[in-house]
């Protein structure tokens, strides 16, 4: 970004030689090009087997970047079995744990995972990319409880 700065009182500021030019580079949020795709799933559900006991949710909406979300996004991705039992979830609704035992802690991130009754801190690097670990992580859960080959 570029801006021109005229002091008041000149008529002409480059004849004047007080023409200042001041040059800004302001950081830019890294283009996501799955961004859109992942809006779109904006409150859908999906049956995702062929007897439809298996669904899966998804939230996703854009908010103010923050230190606890700093892509913007606040998003739920689940999958639930045939009680509605969420089996798979990825989310940033809350702080995720860190650790075990008595040296369990919340972490400062919220991306985090559910599966298998654990919650671990997950890595977010773009929108793309969180769908395609979503999905493989309903593939092998869906495979394992025989519901899918």
Known sequence: MCFSWVFPGFSDP???GYHLLITWAMPQPKHDPGLDVLL????????VDPAGHHWAKFVVKRVEPSEERPHGLSYSLTL???DGERLVGFDNAHAAPKGSGHSR???AAHDHKHGQGKTKPYEYRDA????EDF???VDATLKDKGVIP
Do not use: E
Not at 128 to 131: K, S
């Open 14 to 16: 480059l004849a004047s």
């Open 80 to 82: 639930h079995g045939p």
């Open 40 to 47: 779109s799933f904006d409150d859908v559900v999906l049956v």
């Open 105 to 107: 802690r919340k972490t």
């Open 135 to 137: 999905w493989r992580a």
């Open 128 to 131: 793309a990319t969180l769908l």
